[in-house]
């Protein structure tokens, strides 16, 4: 049975909240001394970045390590085009090493669900192009939820390069799927009006003209990376215009609710998207994220290996693997992370 | 060599035909069409085509063959071998090949190599401009010498309206029509797939259709400025079917063309990323697909056209980004039609067989093609549009498998096909269909 993830859009509402309740209980593990549990004992991960990244690369090697897995990153700078090697060969000799789970950043969409077609691996997509980036999008769910206690009928502004970001699109499904008030803005070239179409689920999501109009009464704030070399391929005149006019600063935060926090998924371009006491204020929950991140790849890593219930959002899943994901766990990720220690048994 | 087809149901729109009739061939050419029994000629070849349908030859009005250059994609011989398999007597050969088809050397090689392979007539379709590269005129004179029936650069488009124009006026005083490829590619903008609702859902790069509606209306204006004969190639969307419809309202020479992939799939077909539904212009929203059905039906369409493009399994295997642009459509497209336009209510057979011969003939003025009348080639395609069958695409006469058609089930064949007299194909499984008929 093929079980991946390769983004939020295929995900029911409860599988979304079965990764963040699994989530909440990995977050300990972090916190102890000796950050090991045997949870992915003699398990692979392959860990397949064709972008570069620091933050994400290190967040899932993280999880695999404390959860005792074999964890192999793999850099490839190039595209399968540049390297002569179609995604497909690369797939392949990779599969002939046996992981159990893939995971992979690419800069095209699809890449992901092109691998996870011939791999036996589990594929977890850790961003393809501007299509989604799911992780990313659990593990602000699982701050958001940390602060706010719930997801649903929050008012959430997103705000910058939508067209280009799939943490947008993964957020924009997550919190319309677990009910939230989803607003986005950001210039005209980079905020599709068809943006709205994404909504999913019970929330709503609306494209705002102007950034101060989404923030109107916002409990989360949302700031996207801007890319510098769109403002070349005429996205936008200048970084200095587009701190002015879009960028989250004090002044327009004000529009947001008190108590509303902030996040940025990184790395910050200071002074451009967000401004620097945006960023290190107090409602700047930018580093508990990262932290959150850990833990929800680890949830993600131990579900996809076979812990608790089966989650698959393979687009070609087979019905019973359906009926199989939202099936509620059987086993509590606590005991297994006890009890599991000396389980040898292959899922 | 005298050939029978007898027993049959012949539909010729030139001639107002759409009875029961016997269709004698001789040496070639059509002899006579005859009232069932009316003769039984000594010695003729006999073909029953007892509960088919007896039409003048198919004419794929864009094909590319890829040969010279590419044969690893496909050849002239292994291209017309699909060709006839899926119903098309003759197929218009696209000029992007490598070299460039810009030049009667090469139009005379494409000639000759068709001549060798002896199964559908294959016309070659000259570059308007040198290279295709939008700089300078080809030779188009000489090129039409050596056998080139209409001008294109297909797949690259001419984005110089300018050029275009002085194209167009030139090739109006050799009679030759003028395909385009409508792209602007300012705002096409490196688009992969349509853009719209799928293509901002799965992050991929979205070519608006203005990209394709801008440059059909550039064409149309031109059309009336130059006289010119136009002829738009691969429309998919429900402006560049709106301009050709004013146009033809405005009594201009100007026709279009649709692919079967254009009426049989939306862009929702791209959402697991498969490389085979990534064309140009690409699989476009539901609202283009009904402006496209509207158009076969009101006539505004002149043609169901393949846009054959076959691509090596190694070079779809990319990620979509860098995949190429391209499907195969020779041996589905026939089916395609009779199963989503006949059987759909869309269109009659009277009217398929208008869009697949009779227009295709007038659009590139093909002597003597697309009619049945007496004398004219003996080109014909016998459909079968009960046969209920399933595309393999791994027993595809085509050297490539990029069809986004795989597995499907179709209402509907092309059952035989007739070039010059010759019956070039015949399909194994309606000789059996046909067998289990005669005994009931």
Redesign the interface.
């Known amino acids: 049975m093929q079980r991946n993830l390769l983004g939020i ?1 295929e995900l029911s509402a409860g599988e979304v909240a079965h990764f963040l309740d699994t989530a909440e209980t990995f977050r300990e593990i972090s916190e102890r001394e000796i950050k090991k549990v045997p949870a992915l004992r003699g398990r692979t991960v392959i860990n397949l970045f064709f972008e570069p990244s620091t933050r994400t690369r290190t967040s899932f090697e993280n999880a695999g390590k404390r959860q005792s897995a074999d964890v192999v990153n793999i850099s490839s700078s190039s ?3 540049t390297k002569g090697e ?4 690369t797939a392949r000799n990779l599969e002939a090493m046996g992981p159990d789970l893939i995971v992979i950043r ?6 992901p ?2 691998l996870a077609r011939v791999c036996r691996a589990a594929v977890v997509n850790a961003g ?5 980036h799911p992780t990313q999008a659990l593990l602000d769910a699982l701050t958001i939820r940390q602060r706010k206690g719930r997801i649903e009928g929050l008012r959430v502004a997103i705000l910058g390069d939508l ?1 280009h970001s ?1 943490v947008a ?1 993964s957020n924009a499904h997550l919190l319309t799927k677990l009910g939230a008030e989803v607003a986005v803005a950001g210039p005209g070239t980079l905020a ?1 009006r ?2 709205a ?2 909504v999913e689920g019970e929330g709503s999501l609306r494209v705002e003209r102007r950034v101060e109009d989404a923030l109107e009464g916002a409990d989360v704030v949302m700031v996207l990376r801007i890319q510098r070399e769109r403002q070349e391929s005429a996205f936008f005149p200048s970084l200095r215009e587009y701190a002015v006019h879009y960028g989250l600063n004090l002044a327009r935060l004000a529009r947001a609710k008190d108590d509303a926090i902030v996040m940025h998924p990184g790395p910050m371009n200071r002074g451009i998207e967000i401004a620097s006491d945006v960023a290190d204020g107090a409602r700047s929950l930018i580093l508990d994220q990262v932290t959150n991140g850990v833990a929800v790849r680890m949830a993600v890593l131990y579900l996809l290996a076979g812990g608790g219930a089966a989650v698959s959002s393979s ?2 899943a087979p019905a019973d693997a359906k009926a199989d994901a939202v099936a509620p766990a059987e086993e509590k990720p606590e005991a297994a992370l006890t009890a599991r220690a000396t389980d040898s048994t292959p899922a | 060599m005298r050939l029978l087809i007898t027993n049959g149901y012949l539909i010729d729109p030139t001639q107002g035909l759409n009875a029961g009739r016997d269709l004698l061939i001789e040496d070639g050419r059509v002899a006579a069409v005859l009232k069932r029994g009316e003769s039984q000629p000594e010695g003729a070849q006999v073909f029953d085509a007892t509960g088919l349908v007896v039409a003048p030859g198919f004419i794929d009005l864009h094909t590319h063959l890829r040969e010279p250059g590419q044969e690893y994609k496909e050849t002239i011989a292994s291209g017309a071998a699909a060709a006839v398999a899926g119903g098309f007597a003759s197929v218009c050969a696209m000029p992007n090949t490598d070299p460039v088809n810009d030049n009667p050397a090469v139009t005379s090689f494409i000639v000759e190599q068709a001549a060798q392979a002896r199964l559908a007539n294959v016309f070659p379709v000259g570059a308007i401009t040198k290279g295709s590269k939008g700089a300078e005129l080809a030779e188009m004179g000489e090129m039409r010498r050596a056998g080139i029936v209409a001008v294109t650069d297909d797949g690259r488009g001419v984005p110089s309206a300018g050029m275009m124009r002085r194209a167009m006026e030139y090739a109006r005083g050799l009679d030759l029509a003028v395909m385009d490829h409508c792209e602007d590619r300012s705002l096409a903008a490196g688009g992969v797939m349509h853009e ?2 799928w293509s ?6 979205g070519a608006p259709a203005l990209a394709e509606e801008s440059d059909a209306a550039r064409d149309c204006a031109l059309a009336e400025l130059t006289g010119a004969r136009v002829h738009l190639a691969h429309v998919s969307t429900r402006g560049a079917l709106e301009a050709v419809r004013r146009a033809k309202e405005r009594g201009l020479f100007v026709t279009c063309e649709v692919a079967p992939h254009h009426f049989a799939l939306t862009d929702e077909a791209v ?3 498969d490389t085979n539904t990534k064309m140009n212009p690409p699989l476009r929203s539901r609202e283009h697909v009904e402006a496209i059905l509207e158009g076969l039906r009101d006539g505004t369409v002149d043609a169901v056209a393949t846009d054959h493009a076959p691509h090596h399994a ?1 070079e779809k ?6 995949a190429p642009f391209g499907v195969t459509g020779l041996e589905t497209a026939v089916a395609l039609a009779l199963d989503r336009l006949v059987h759909a209510g869309v269109v009659g057979l009277e009217r398929l067989v208008e869009l697949f011969s009779t227009n295709p003939a007038r659009v590139f003025n093909l002597e003597g093609r697309g009619t049945l009348r007496a004398g004219a080639h003996a080109d014909v395609t016998v459909l079968d549009p009960e046969l209920r069958w399933t595309f393999d695409a791994s027993r595809s006469k085509s050297k490539s498998r990029n069809t986004p058609f795989d597995g499907w089930t179709f209402h509907g064949a092309a059952v035989a096909t007739v070039v010059a007299g010759r019956v070039v194909y015949r399909r194994a499984e309606a000789e059996a269909q046909s067998a289990v008929r005669s005994k009931n």
């Open positions: 859009r595209s399968s085009v179609t995604l497909l060969d690419h800069p095209s969409a699809g890449a669900h092109q393809d192009g501007a299509h989604e067209l799939r699109r599709p068809e943006f179409g994404l687009p070609g | 719209g609702e901002l859902r799965l992050g991929l790069r959402k697991d990323y190694d295997a990319l990620e979509f980004d860098h």
